[in-house]
């Protein structure tokens, strides 16, 4: 497929939202330092939460770039040792916090983080998505295109790197809400790649019991359900002051720099609440912005799905899509009371560095794939591409 321009909204809503992100942080990051400094005996200055965010909003440029310049025949020979290199993070961090080392960054509980220095740390569940994506897109063309996709040749490696990864995140790290945007990417490519139907569901019908299995053996995830369905409100401080900070927006919000749920009412302000703050502060308008970017940003990955006739592209757009659109659900969704609350990043605008920069490189490398859709919809009878070295041929 000859290459041409690529879809510029999707490179543009990505900057946009990378922007709004850092206004955000500029706004309520003094706000958190106070609370940090007040809480934890800590020394933060006003400006510490925004000029990191700023860092990370460069370096997620950078990274976007970077994802788009590199061709995508060169990236795809990595995505078994990113893949390698995630499920070896994971390995390490469960061992480091087996030894209570202090290299293992835990808080609640759950231990997610490894520690580089005073200054850096990194979440091995990020590369591991990126690492899934890539490596179950090269699994997946490679078995269709030999016929063998619904045959032990693929369900064995699947199933493997699947149960590794989710067991990994959910099971060791504890973090379900990490493990929702791993089962997204794995089903929702599974679904794309062709596999009967039958196979399809008995792979949801797994993943639905594992996922029940995770929460009923779980106390801390049962005292969450549990308190999603209490009507005592003092069960539910964080959904109840998410939810105030979001009505005390009203239509217009309260405006930069005067949120009051972020002076220490609201737990994680500039993390996982991030979408209830930007409530209170840009008011019912700035949420339906928000909204309409993000849905706007997806739309334009399925459509780049669609219209990619190389089967293993087609899948890593899929899997992008999947990742970003688990992380948008499940948020907005807890802040807004609607499912149990599920500690997850809003792309692009909770503070951070580790999920920023991977789906930062995520959205780069869709955006490079952008360039090589058809001008007609994607379908079985089309000839499909195959990358062979550094030229393309129909297979």
């Not at 999707?10 to 609370?35: D, E, K, Q, S």
């Not at 016929?147 to 693929?154: E, H, I, K, S, V």
């Not at 998410?242 to 302000?269: C, D, H, K, R, W």
């Not at 928000?290 to 399925?302: D, K, M, P």
Request: charge should be positive.
């Amino acid at each position: 497929m000859r290459k041409h321009k690529s879809d510029r909204i999707i490179g543009a809503l990505t900057v946009v939202l990378l922007g709004v992100g850092l206004i955000v942080i500029y706004a309520i990051g003094p706000m958190r330092a106070n609370v940090m400094n007040a809480t934890y005996g800590t020394s933060y200055s006003e400006n510490y939460f925004f000029l990191r965010q700023a860092l990370n909003v460069i370096l997620s440029l950078v990274v976007v770039v970077l994802a788009f310049k590199v061709p995508y025949r060169v990236i795809r020979k990595f995505s078994k040792p990113v893949l390698v290199i995630g499920l070896l993070a994971c390995t390490l961090l469960m061992v480091l916090s087996w030894m209570n080392s202090p290299l293992a960054k835990c808080e609640l509980g759950a231990c997610r983080w490894i520690r580089f220095g005073p200054m850096l740390t990194i979440q091995p569940a990020e590369i591991l998505k990126l690492g899934l994506v890539l490596y179950l897109a090269q699994l997946m063309a490679e078995r269709k295109r030999e016929g063998r996709l619904d045959t032990w040749d693929f369900w064995l490696p699947f199933s493997v790197v699947s149960v590794l990864a989710l067991g990994f995140v959910v099971v060791i790290q504890k973090d379900l809400g990490t493990g929702v945007a791993l089962m997204a990417i794995i089903l929702a490519m599974l679904f794309m790649s062709g596999v009967k139907m039958w196979s399809f569901m008995a792979a949801v019908g797994v993943v639905l019991v594992a996922g029940v299995l995770s929460i009923v053996v779980s106390p801390h995830r049962m005292e969450r359900l549990s308190t999603f369905n209490s009507e005592d409100s003092s069960d539910s401080y964080h959904i109840e002051n998410a939810m105030i900070a979001i009505g005390t927006g009203g239509f217009t919000g309260v405006g930069i720099g005067n949120s009051v749920q972020a002076t220490g009412y609201l737990p994680e302000s500039i993390n996982d609440s991030v979408f209830a703050v930007m409530g209170e502060t840009f008011g019912f308008v700035g949420l339906v912005a928000v909204v309409g970017c993000f849905t706007v940003l997806l739309l334009r990955l399925l459509r780049t799905a669609n219209y990619l006739h190389d089967t293993e592209e087609s899948l890593v757009v899929v899997g992008v899509f999947a990742w970003a659109a688990a992380h948008v659900v499940v948020n907005i969704a807890s802040m807004t009371g609607l499912i149990p609350l599920t500690g997850i990043t809003l792309p692009l605008l909770s503070y951070g560095g580790t999920s920023m920069l991977f789906t930062a490189a995520a959205l780069g490398l869709a955006l490079q794939l952008s360039c090589y859709t058809a001008r007609e919809p994607r379908t079985e009878a089309q000839p499909k591409m195959v990358v062979t070295g550094a030229r393309r041929r129909s297979a």
